[in-house]
């Protein structure tokens, strides 16, 4: 498996809040609250010093170093926000999505399936795009899930009829 990546692709700012300067962040992580326990979010390759931030049902609402009026944060509308993965806290069993992607997908009896390419965030939960001779999307789910290792690079996956 290749390097991790130290930055993390992990929101877009989709629009400004008041006129103070504040941004409202879409974020890409499991929750808003996840962006709220970092001190520095980067834009651009710059780092901002996060001076607040409050979950506003399901965006975050941040008020970043030196954006500090509507202009400011005007100019930030439809960045995407990196987070630094040392600073995540990631639950126990956690994994970022990004250290996926690449993986190698093998059933449970070791026949490579291919490689994961896509992750789609889909209501019930998340579907996993695996390409290699064809393409394969699978539900993220235990039923089918067997393991995934991130430093390996594999995922070990059960198929079912129709898959």
Known sequence: ?????????????????????????????????FLRGF????????????????VHKSSVIASLEDVDDVNAAMALRDKTVFIDRREARLPEG?????DLIGAKVVTEDGA??????????????DVYVVRGERE?????????????DIDEGVITVRMMEGL
């Open 1 to 33: 498996m290749t390097e991790k990546k130290r930055y993390l692709e992990a929101g877009r700012i989709v629009n400004t809040h008041g006129v103070r300067g504040e941004v409202k962040i879409q974020p890409w992580a499991d929750s808003p609250e």
């Open 39 to 54: 001190s520095r979010l980067y834009i651009d390759g710059r780092p901002y010093r996060l001076l607040s931030a409050r």
């Open 94 to 98: 956690g994994y970022f999505i990004q």
């Open 112 to 125: 490579e399936l291919g490689t994961l390419a896509e992750v789609l965030n889909m209501p019930a939960s």
């Open 136 to 148: 394969i999307l699978i539900p993220a789910v235990p039923q089918f899930i067997i393991s995934r």
